[in-house]
Structures are given as structure tokens and as C-alpha cells.
């Protein structure tokens, strides 16, 4: 059964960067369109980036410029860099198919940007 499993998150002052990484299991990452999703308490699980297997990349409007979503298909592995960190970055950051699959949520990585 297809897995992911995010990690890199942390506490980090604002101004200051993380990159999250996203390990897949099998051919996940080469074979489908891939994102990442935040959800902060209380707030809905929205998106934050994707990347189609051609490479294309695409945004939130809102998130642009502080946001790079790359992958590694020979590691299976999706990244997510976040630069400038604000305190409103502060969610739980997911991994998943674009568009979603509910059976291949993982725990998620958690963000925390705080002074």
C-alpha cells in the first residue's frame, strides 16, 4: 500500500528557512502530480504547492515567492522549502497526490514559527 512519510518541520524563529521532505513509497513520486498541504488549528487543509511529473510547478497566490516545491524521483522524495518563515506558516505540513488521496494522508510534519 502506497506511503508517505513527512518530515523536517520544526520551531524556528521568523525570518528563518526549512526544507520538509516527503518520502514515498514505490514509484509514487515519478508517476503522479505531487503536493503539499498545510493545515493550521482550526483551519481547513489547504494547498500550499504541486508538481506535475513534467515538472511543472504551481503555488497558492497567497504563498508565492517563499515557497520552492521540488522533487527527487530517483529517491522518491517530494521537498518543500519555505523561506522568510512567518508565524502564520505555523500548521501541520502534509504531502500527498494532486489531486489528494484520502487513504494516503500521512502524520504530517509539524511547523512552528515563533520568536
Known amino acids: 500500500q502506497a506511503q508517505v512519510v513527512e518530515s523536517g518541520g520544526g520551531l524556528v524563529q521568523p525570518g528563518g528557512s526549512l526544507r520538509l521532505s516527503c518520502a514515498a513509497s514505490?514509484?509514487?513520486?515519478?508517476?503522479?502530480?505531487m503536493a503539499w498541504y498545510r493545515q493550521a488549528p482550526g483551519n481547513q487543509r489547504d494547498l500550499v504547492a504541486r508538481?506535475?511529473?513534467?515538472?511543472?510547478?504551481y503555488y497558492a497566490d497567497s504563498l508565492q515567492g517563499r515557497f520552492t516545491i521540488s522533487r527527487d524521483s530517483a529517491k522518491n522524495t517530494v521537498y518543500l522549502r519555505i523561506d522568510r518563515l512567518k508565524p502564520e506558516d505555523t500548521a501541520v505540513y502534509y504531502c500527498?497526490?494532486?489531486?489528494?488521496?484520502?487513504?494516503?494522508w500521512g502524520q504530517g510534519t509539524q511547523v512552528s514559527v515563533s520568536s
Open positions: 508538481i506535475t511529473t513534467g515538472g511543472s510547478t
Open positions: 500527498n497526490k494532486f489531486p489528494p488521496r484520502d487513504t494516503l
Open positions: 514505490g514509484s509514487l513520486v515519478s508517476s503522479n502530480s
